[in-house]
C-alpha cells in the first residue's frame, strides 16, 4: 500500500515538473514579426479587407504563447498564397469589437472567410501543411 502510494506521488511530482517547465518554455517564446504579406486588421478595414477574396483571419494577443508559436507558420502560409488568398491578423486587445463581433472565446482562432463570410474556424495551434490545405479547398 505505501509502495503504491510513494509511486503515485513520484508520478505526480514528475508531472508536475514537466508541466511547470512547458510553462516556462513557452512564455519565453519570441515574438515574431509579421510578414509584409500579411494584413493588419482593423475594426475599420475588415469589410473592405474580406470581401471578394478568401482571408485566413487569426485572432491572437501578444500575451498568448499559442499565438506566439503560430506567427512563423502564418508567415510561410502567407508567402505560399497567391491570387486572392491571403492570411490577415486581428490583435484583439485593440480590436476587441471584432472578437466578440466573431464569439472569438480562444486564441489563437484562425478564421476562413470567403467574400466577407466565415466559411469555417479552426481553435488552437496547427501545422502550415493544414492550414494551406483549408485554404487550397475552399
Not at 76 to 93: P, R, Y
Not at 107 to 116: D, E, H, R, V, Y
Request: hydrophobic content about 45%.
Amino acid at each position: 500500500m505505501q509502495t503504491s502510494l510513494i509511486i503515485t506521488l513520484a508520478i505526480l511530482a514528475f508531472l508536475g515538473a514537466l508541466f511547470i517547465v512547458a510553462r516556462v518554455r513557452m512564455k519565453n517564446i519570441p515574438l515574431v514579426a509579421d510578414s509584409d504579406k500579411i494584413l493588419t486588421l482593423t475594426d475599420k478595414n475588415f469589410q473592405h479587407q474580406t470581401k471578394n477574396r478568401l482571408v485566413l483571419v487569426d485572432f491572437w494577443a501578444s500575451w498568448c504563447a499559442p499565438c506566439r508559436m503560430m506567427a512563423p507558420v502564418l508567415n510561410d502560409v502567407a508567402s505560399e498564397l497567391s491570387g486572392d488568398s491571403h492570411v490577415g491578423k486581428v490583435n484583439i486587445e485593440q480590436f476587441q469589437s471584432l472578437a466578440q463581433k466573431f464569439q472569438v472565446r480562444n486564441i489563437p482562432t484562425m478564421i476562413l472567410f470567403k467574400n466577407g463570410r466565415e466559411i469555417n474556424r479552426f481553435v488552437g495551434v496547427k501545422s502550415k501543411e493544414f492550414l494551406v490545405q483549408q485554404i487550397q479547398k475552399s
